[in-house]
């Protein structure tokens, strides 16, 4: 099998890159191929499926910014993304408050909407404890919530839908997919081949000729997108190439509000939202937060998990995605109850577990060519909120573009962020 | 077993740490301990043994000069180091000639000692092949040498010697060495601990504690400083912590000059140093490079070795350790042979291989506090020759200073060369 452009990995960045390489380039054979049996079914379906545009790193508000624009539009013209613009509440304590204050600075004046609500103001918007003074909660060193902070153009989206939407868009512009293919394999070639087994030698110039699957078919091509996510290392560490992803496990506990009186009472705030819903919370200690979901009446509840959770250089054992309930009691429950008394014996409907793909040096994705490859990744748990501007500069990348023009017409320089002369500062906000 | 601080990993790095420690701190308890039964048996042993401070990033620069500086002192005071300061010769083609023509300016006005030879010159000096010709030479498209950079403040040194040299002094000022001990697994602890199984959570400030051994047995530490070169990973993510470390087998081939007349002649070359030896040769292609070793007369050979050769995230099978003769045959002799034919059916006498441990964002080292540890590492390739800079650094590290005060008196800022505000140009001279 031979084609113009192969792209791996139909998670929501690849399949996203595949469909403006395909749109920008009609003349191209392009063939998505994935491991799995459908688009987006690994971890860009096992994640939380949010969005935001507030982050500290100018590259990450206007890769999200310009996406979030595109998908709200899309939705708007009749595209089911499952958009529900709820908004992200930080709550602060007075440490966290004084470093984040010239960061929400810095937002506004790049036009980023925020909100800071004092301690009061909370108060009168949502019923939570702002100042935990349970025995627990001393022991526990739990501090008091002196504010918050909001983002409005901020909140849930479907992953799966997303998925669908480029899907189908590429497909019916002539795009081709292969399921249940896994590649096992990327072949480099000496570019004036001699014939002699060990190829390329060092003294050699080579280019990437082919990917073989699992079961030894080859899949020849031109140029070749590597869009892994937490596989990056499996298909480029045996090639020499390194772009300084590790993955995490990272668990959701869906809990029902169904039963609870004070939950169903929490979900339907009002007061941050049109939607009548109380917005995506992140409590000031660990990243520990949640968000409604209000058509099935419960609220997923994660957190950050730094010390003492593996890294993963290669995920290989499965067993990775179980999600541990001892985990939640023991970590997430004792705080949550202290903010969140209504959180107080919760019932665990479901819960699941991915891999987050870190780009370690920074928390920012990167988009680099080498030889006749482009790679993405490293999106750091905020890539399908950025994907419609790093599928952009995929094919900019792709079609050796100095610029990819965004979706708000931004021209943004693709060596930017590359990873051999990158010029963005690291994200402060990271969850 | 309880001690002040714990360094692991005797190579150079560690070793170079745990004595700058104990030498600034002499009431502190300083373990150093080792997997390996004596020091600088692993990698640093298996290196190639050589020094040099012509580097285009100003930081590695300072980092060499002061180190090498201070080996040159010390040998000058009767240790032996087995210095030979043979000097490296970078030979260029036209496109690298004009590829590192600003780099050379630069490093002059930071005074570093570096001639340009004209390709001319070069013939004058040395009998090699300059414009290879030879049918092979075509197929291969070796480019011509145009002319030659010489940096004269470069050389051999013996490395097991300098790990010798700074343990000597370590032990007798009171450090204590564990060797044969290999550490499994450091272990972090809550800072308040509530007794209860599986601490510290999120929620829970947390400090390392102790190192546990393959027996089982623990050291506890007050603080820990983790020098372990290619294992960096092994150790470290478990934790949950990454520094951007791989490693990639490198190999080294001992070619005998003994009975070979053409090769002695090369070997005694005049005109570049004091000690009448040809210096570190690096050829235009694959950074194939070789050096002369006059006590045993023979030259080790090596090269880059990119793209294909797999990078290691965790080594384990030591079978990383074999040398593979065809790989001499195939990649480094049909290019070594056309420059220099003096090399034409070689002798060869031993080879072996090692772990080159990276620091990929920029091939520069780092040292990098996180809680009550320090970790340094990621030397590139060049970590022997930096190693007095980047002990001292460590030492202030370890005592929260903001400045290390390296050989020549230069007061380098810590954090510079850490990872979390990393202040360091990419480094673009790499072999």
Redesign the interface.
């Given at each position: 099998m031979q084609c113009d452009v192969l792209v791996i990995g139909s998670g929501i960045l690849g399949t996203v890159s595949a469909y403006y390489i395909k749109k920008n380039n009609p003349e191209r054979d392009v063939i998505l191929v994935d491991m799995l049996a459908s688009p987006g079914s690994g971890n860009t379906g096992r994640s939380n499926g949010m969005f935001r545009n507030t982050f500290t790193s100018l590259d990450n508000q206007i890769l999200a910014d310009n996406s979030i624009d595109f998908y709200l539009e899309a939705q708007s013209q009749g595209a089911d993304l499952g958009i529900q613009k709820i908004g992200y509440l930080w709550l602060l304590d007075e440490k966290k408050a004084s470093i984040y204050e010239k960061q929400i600075q810095r937002m506004r004046e790049n036009g980023i909407d925020v909100n800071v609500y004092t301690k009061t103001e909370l108060e009168k918007k949502m019923n939570f404890q702002p100042s935990p003074a349970s025995d627990e909660s001393l022991?526990?060193?739990?501090k008091p919530v002196s504010e918050g902070v909001f983002g409005s153009k901020c909140g849930r989206l479907a992953p799966e839908k997303l998925v669908s939407f480029y899907i189908d868009k590429f497909v019916k512009i002539g795009g081709k997919t292969i399921f249940n293919h896994k590649v096992m394999r990327i072949v480099?070639s000496a570019l004036?081949s001699?014939g002699?087994e060990?190829e390329?030698?060092?003294?050699?110039?080579?280019f990437f000729s082919a990917a073989e699957t699992e079961n030894y078919s080859k899949i020849y091509f031109k140029d070749i997108v590597v869009a892994c996510g937490a596989w990056t290392?499996v298909i480029l560490?045996?090639?020499?190439?390194?772009f300084?992803v590790?993955s995490?496990k990272r668990q959701i506990f869906s809990i029902a509000a169904k039963n609870s009186g004070p939950l169903i009472e929490l979900m339907n705030t009002k007061g941050f939202n049109e939607l009548g819903l109380l917005p995506m919370v992140i409590l000031p200690?660990?990243g520990?937060h949640f968000k409604p979901v209000v058509e099935s009446q419960e609220f997923w509840v994660a957190?950050?998990?730094?010390?003492?959770?593996?890294?993963?250089?290669?995920p290989g054992d499965l067993s990775i995605y179980n999600a541990e309930e001892?985990y939640f009691n023991?970590?997430?429950y004792?705080?949550l109850k202290e903010y969140f008394p209504q959180f107080s014996r919760p019932e665990i409907k479901s819960m699941w577990a991915g891999l987050y793909a870190?780009h370690?040096?920074d928390c920012i994705p990167f988009v680099q060519r080498e030889s006749n490859m482009v790679i993405v990744g490293g999106d750091s748990g905020s890539g399908i909120m950025k994907a419609d501007s790093l599928g952009r500069i995929v094919d900019a990348a792709y079609r050796r573009e100095e610029y990819a023009k965004l979706y708000n017409g931004t021209y943004y320089p693709v060596e930017r962020i590359g990873?051999k002369n990158r010029k963005v500062e690291k994200e402060e906000w990271v969850i």
């Amino acid at each position: 099998m031979q084609c113009d452009v192969l792209v791996i990995g139909s998670g929501i960045l690849g399949t996203v890159s595949a469909y403006y390489i395909k749109k920008n380039n009609p003349e191209r054979d392009v063939i998505l191929v994935d491991m799995l049996a459908s688009p987006g079914s690994g971890n860009t379906g096992r994640s939380n499926g949010m969005f935001r545009n507030t982050f500290t790193s100018l590259d990450n508000q206007i890769l999200a910014d310009n996406s979030i624009d595109f998908y709200l539009e899309a939705q708007s013209q009749g595209a089911d993304l499952g958009i529900q613009k709820i908004g992200y509440l930080w709550l602060l304590d007075e440490k966290k408050a004084s470093i984040y204050e010239k960061q929400i600075q810095r937002m506004r004046e790049n036009g980023i909407d925020v909100n800071v609500y004092t301690k009061t103001e909370l108060e009168k918007k949502m019923n939570f404890q702002p100042s935990p003074a349970s025995d627990e909660s001393l022991v526990m060193g739990l501090k008091p919530v002196s504010e918050g902070v909001f983002g409005s153009k901020c909140g849930r989206l479907a992953p799966e839908k997303l998925v669908s939407f480029y899907i189908d868009k590429f497909v019916k512009i002539g795009g081709k997919t292969i399921f249940n293919h896994k590649v096992m394999r990327i072949v480099a070639s000496a570019l004036k081949s001699l014939g002699i087994e060990g190829e390329p030698f060092v003294w050699q110039e080579w280019f990437f000729s082919a990917a073989e699957t699992e079961n030894y078919s080859k899949i020849y091509f031109k140029d070749i997108v590597v869009a892994c996510g937490a596989w990056t290392n499996v298909i480029l560490e045996p090639l020499g190439l390194d772009f300084q992803v590790k993955s995490k496990k990272r668990q959701i506990f869906s809990i029902a509000a169904k039963n609870s009186g004070p939950l169903i009472e929490l979900m339907n705030t009002k007061g941050f939202n049109e939607l009548g819903l109380l917005p995506m919370v992140i409590l000031p200690v660990a990243g520990i937060h949640f968000k409604p979901v209000v058509e099935s009446q419960e609220f997923w509840v994660a957190c950050e998990d730094e010390i003492n959770r593996e890294f993963i250089d290669k995920p290989g054992d499965l067993s990775i995605y179980n999600a541990e309930e001892e985990y939640f009691n023991l970590n997430i429950y004792p705080v949550l109850k202290e903010y969140f008394p209504q959180f107080s014996r919760p019932e665990i409907k479901s819960m699941w577990a991915g891999l987050y793909a870190y780009h370690l040096p920074d928390c920012i994705p990167f988009v680099q060519r080498e030889s006749n490859m482009v790679i993405v990744g490293g999106d750091s748990g905020s890539g399908i909120m950025k994907a419609d501007s790093l599928g952009r500069i995929v094919d900019a990348a792709y079609r050796r573009e100095e610029y990819a023009k965004l979706y708000n017409g931004t021209y943004y320089p693709v060596e930017r962020i590359g990873t051999k002369n990158r010029k963005v500062e690291k994200e402060e906000w990271v969850i």
